[in-house]
C-alpha cells in the first residue's frame, strides 16, 4: 500500500474517531438533567 491509498484512510479513521467522541460527550450530557435544564433555560431567555 503506497501513502497516496494510505492518505485517505487516516483520514477516514481520524472523523470515525472525532465523531465518535463527540457523540459520546453529547450522550453524557444527556444523562445530566440539571445541565439540559441550564441549558434550556439559556436558549429560551434569548426569545
Known amino acids: 500500500m503506497n501513502r497516496s491509498q494510505q492518505h485517505p484512510r487516516l483520514v477516514a479513521a481520524l472523523a470515525w ?14 444523562t445530566r438533567p440539571a445541565f439540559m435544564v441550564t441549558l434550556i433555560d439559556q436558549l429560551w431567555a434569548c426569545f
Open 17 to 30: 474517531a472525532i465523531a465518535l467522541i463527540v457523540s459520546g460527550g453529547v450522550f453524557m450530557l444527556y
